[in-house]
């Protein structure tokens, strides 16, 4: 399967700061990426996906001013959590897919933002 | 909507226990289901998988059976090891080009020896 990774894995920022979370397809080009966010003991939630060189496409309820998303090239995706509160506090995961075979997701190993 | 609904746990087991983590599934059309894990760290891993009725998926000793009648896609194994300790994540896809995977909301397994 592929490789992806997440910089960082963790981040601590205050009330009113902007996070930027990358995602990395090592090993293939991604057309495709996904921004995931999971809340303890719940669900991964789709929040965007996130197309190479056009608009990302937010999921009902996401406030696509607040998480900016950009995916300039074919294997970097960036989430950009701005004026970040305390509820923003949460687990930020990343999934990349070939494209083709629809439903096969491969996925970073999370980024742990903390909003104090 | 969509959606999948899996047990809560965590469900704690011994060393070569038998496992069974339920699911069971909504969905509009006919979907493809998963079985993801995420180990301690890691990011989720695709387990096994299922693309129509009376499927079997299976990998690493862990089985699930796609049963349409029951809309449900429960994980089992014979005998659980210490490093099948994890989450493990229920999911479905809908066909027809759009790759969102609707997921459960996760079963933490610790497996004791």
């Known amino acids: 399967g592929a490789v992806v990774s997440q910089h960082p894995s963790w981040v601590i920022c205050k009330s009113g700061t902007s996070v930027k979370i990358e995602c990395r397809s090592l090993d293939f080009q991604a057309t495709t990426m996904f921004w995931y966010r999971q809340f303890p003991k719940q669900s991964l939630m789709l929040m965007a996906t996130?197309?190479?060189?056009?608009?990302?496409?937010?999921e009902q309820g996401v406030e696509k001013d607040k998480f900016l998303i950009n995916h300039a090239s074919l294997t970097l995706s960036t989430l950009t959590v701005t004026s970040a509160h305390p509820e923003d506090s949460s687990f930020y995961i990343c999934?990349?897919?070939?494209?083709?075979?629809?439903?096969?997701?491969?996925f970073g190993p999370g980024t742990r933002l903390t909003v104090t | 909507g969509d959606s999948v609904t899996q047990m809560e746990g965590p469900v704690t087991l011994s060393e070569e226990a038998f496992l069974t983590i339920n699911c069971t599934y909504t969905?509009?059309?006919?979907?493809?289901l998963f079985w993801y894990v995420q180990y301690p760290g890691e990011g989720l891993q695709l387990l096994l998988k299922?693309?129509?009725?009376?499927d079997k998926g299976s990998n690493k000793g862990f089985e699930a059976t796609y049963r349409k009648e029951t809309t449900s896609f429960h994980l089992e194994k014979g005998s659980v090891q210490v490093s099948d300790s994890a989450v493990y994540f229920c999911?479905?896809?809908?066909?027809?080009?759009?790759?969102?995977?609707?997921f459960g909301t996760g079963t933490k397994l610790q497996v004791i020896p």
């Open positions: 999934s990349v897919t070939p494209g083709l075979a629809s439903y096969e997701q491969y």
């Open positions: 996130s197309n190479e060189g056009s608009k990302a496409t937010y």
């Open positions: 969905a509009t059309g006919y979907p493809s």
């Open positions: 999911a479905l896809h809908l066909s027809g080009g759009y790759q969102k995977v609707t």
């Open positions: 299922a693309t129509k009725a009376d």
